[in-house]
């Protein structure tokens, strides 16, 4: 605001998803059918990962390994075994970069709209439980493509600056700060 930073909580994660590419058009096809409401939460976000890749599964975008398959189906949240299949430095697996690639996409996306929506010009701070472990993934550039891809208003956001949250409670520092 000129003086400082003022945070902005909301529950936008269960705002309406807006598919920016005839590939997300079909995601959110695929996900209306499946839950009726599809929100940001239910392809940006830990619970979103898994609906992104049994998108790209189902619809034959890529091959599913039976090793991955497997641990898939045994893990209570498949969420790290994506994410960690997608960011193997030796060798990454398809349909799991595929899938992150894509819910990175969204995410940039949505992080643009809402520095547009608040013209957040002092900073966006992206946050939550998944950003932090798929940093490797937002600073290979696709976040930012999506998040400056705005059409005659990119200029806008080109300059704003996009932070990471690594911390891993964020909320709790700050009521401690707020209570000292």
Excluded: W
């Excluded at 619970?47 to 992104?52: D, H, S």
């Excluded at 946050?127 to 806008?156: E, H, N, Q, S, T």
Aim: proline residues 8%; negative net charge; charged residues 20%.
């Amino acid at each position: 605001d000129g003086a400082g930073y003022q945070a902005h909580p909301s529950e936008g994660g269960h705002a309406d998803f807006a598919p920016t590419s005839l590939r997300q058009v079909e995601l959110y096809r695929y996900l209306e059918e499946r839950h009726g409401h599809v929100s940001y939460e239910r392809v940006c976000s830990g619970r979103g990962l898994p609906n992104i890749y049994a998108f790209l599964r189902d619809t034959g975008r890529a091959a599913e390994p039976p090793d991955l398959a497997q641990k898939l189906r045994a893990a209570e949240d498949p969420t790290p075994h994506i994410v960690e299949a997608a960011l193997a430095p030796e060798a990454p697996v398809e349909l799991a970069r595929m899938a992150l690639d894509m819910m990175v996409d969204i995410l940039g996306a949505e992080a643009g709209n809402m520095a547009l929506r608040f013209m957040a010009t002092g900073g966006i701070y992206v946050g939550g439980g998944v950003p932090r472990y798929i940093l490797p993934a937002i600073k290979a550039g696709r976040f930012m493509d999506a998040f400056r891809r705005k059409g005659r208003l990119a200029y806008v956001v080109e300059d704003i600056p996009v932070h990471v949250i690594t911390h891993p409670n964020p909320g709790l520092l700050g009521a401690a700060r707020c209570g000292l």
